[in-house]
């Protein structure tokens, strides 16, 4: 193994190969590209074609792809060789500038919620040369975006770069305000923890709502779960510690910033947080980090499952958005400065977040509303489905009083005029922690806590950006034409906070007072994807997004559609994999160990007359119950879900799936529990939970 260093981004055709392997020029050209979104020369473009291939080659590989994320909410790649005949029967290797910038992939195939039936068929990917190029597997990856040829987003990565521009030119109109010219782009910067499960790919590979589904529909609670919370930071075991450093080494070379690793709440669960970094970049390395993270574990006869919520009874995975905004000259914009003017900018732009986060909560919620996740957050171990803020106790005093244009009387007793008076500064509160909250602000950062261990982050950056860019361009409207800027600042902060702060909760988020407080505040409480979605459609939300230019008309509409059957897919695969799994797996195992205890009970009473048998009789009267349950249980599932097809649209077919095939899911579900405690674990057709949970050693 080389040195950490060494390796590092040794797959990745980054800054340094650029400066090494471009002239000056060229290299120039592109970083004005990268850094200030400036179009891109055609010649500049073959020579890093040319650079990029040369370089591919030495490091193996022999394809290249454009590397893009559809809906589907993976990614997606189409590998082209770099061969090119050549006029002797042999071949050269080659690419060009045209290859780098614009692939033609089909786009028939992957989902467009209609964009695809009103317009072409086909699609185009275009090259996104803020997010570095890479090798994986012997190809070249070009990170791209994905369009339909009418220009409109197939993907998750164009509106992201579109709610970036949004959000850094309204915070350039601000920080101009306060006197930076030097000033050239503000950029949001994400650093995601990312949980996951590890199980035995043997084990795994014999339960097929695990293949099918990536978690279980079927297993009683094991005698021993997460109870004595003796896995938390607890020792890595052998076995998950070499997949840990082999995971690593891996995104080490892809440039992944891989930092933290350690045991999460639940057996077998874990967590890996990268060093944050640039939005479009982050987003893009957590899509790798999951792709890498099941690769490996294939390597170490493992399965890491990304699933939201694998097994019941014990915490689900969800993911940590830390986000941040900061200038290029390295300035976050969400620490406390040195000075009350320096202050009264970081106020402002942490208003602008709390007013976006009460106006948009709604698409803060939808942004991370799936089927899988719909099983974590308001079930006591994720943030609740309500959206509020946490900013811990002196922030929120120092808020307080402004609001109520009251002396402060926290650290210092100081009157709250922002940049006449002096204001104190705020210390890092680290000692107070809250895991409760769905967007906590944690010092210099906020971090949106209700994502799903599956979800793209794209989705919950698209919304925040945009949200904060809105609140950001009516201060700035508002500031511009100020007479006194100081006073003007003083009476927005102040008016943001009077009509927001019912968005701000420092309490507890999983206790159910907070359900009915937060009803009284007025904040929305969707709990599952139906009851998310339509909020997409709102006046109010696409007016945001298409005013800033993030989404069209089109692409909302589509999104709304994709997301929906998305989630239909989704449970109705989940379905058909119990129906099918408890008639051709459960059922027979019951009938038969049901017949064994028959049969034992006949010999026994053959051999010794006298001998009780009411342990058989009983076992077998209440396993015989409990298969005609199941039958009949199995059969009000598969009705509900032939149903689905009746249902007028995608909207009423998810209703549907929430109102009645998820309930006979979860009535199908208990008695095949049942029978699973009752029956010989010898005679039980896959592995429990206490196999999964803590079979890797
Ligand atoms: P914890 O949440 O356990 O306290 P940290 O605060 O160290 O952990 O960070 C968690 C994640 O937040 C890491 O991915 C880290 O890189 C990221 N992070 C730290 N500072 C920022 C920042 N300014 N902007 C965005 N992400 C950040
Ligand atoms: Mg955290």
Redesign the pocket.
Known sequence: MSSVPVMFGSMVFDDREMKARLSAKVYNSLKKTIDEGESLDGKVADAVAIAMKDWALEKGATHFTHWFQPLTGVTAEKHDSFISPSPDGGVIMEFSGKELIKGEPDASSFPSGGIRATFEARGYTAWDPTSYAFIKDKTLCIPTAFCSYSGEALDKKTPLLRSMEALNKQALRILKLFGHKDIKYVRT?????QEYFLVDREMYNQRPDLIFTGRTLFGAKPPKGQELDDHYFGVIKPRVQAYMNDLNEELWKLGV?A??EHNEVAPAQHEL????ATTNIATDHNQLTMEIMQKVAQKHGLVCLLHEKPFAGVNGSGK?N???M?TDTGV?L?TPGETPYENAQFLLFLVAVIQAVDEYQTLLRLSVATAGNDHRLGANEAPPAIISMFLGDELSAVLDAIEKDQPYTGTEKTEMKLGVHVLPRFFRDTTD?NRTSPFAF????F?FRSLGSSNSIACANIMLNTAVAESLKQYADELEKAEDFETAVHALVRRVLLDHSRVIFNGNGYDDSWIVEAEKRGLANLKTTPDAMPELLTEKNRTLLMSHGVMSETEINSRYEIMLENYCKTVNIEAMTMVDMARKMILPAVESYTAELSEALQTKKAAVPEAGCGYEKKKIVKLSGLMEAIDGAVDALEAEVLKLKDAADITEAACLIRDAVLPKMAALRLPCDEAETMTAKKAWPYPVYSDLLFGVK
């Open positions: 910067s994400v650093g995601p923890e910033l930092k933290t947080a990268p060093i944050y940590h830390n986000w941040s900061a976050n969400l922690r944690t010092g210099n950062k971090e």
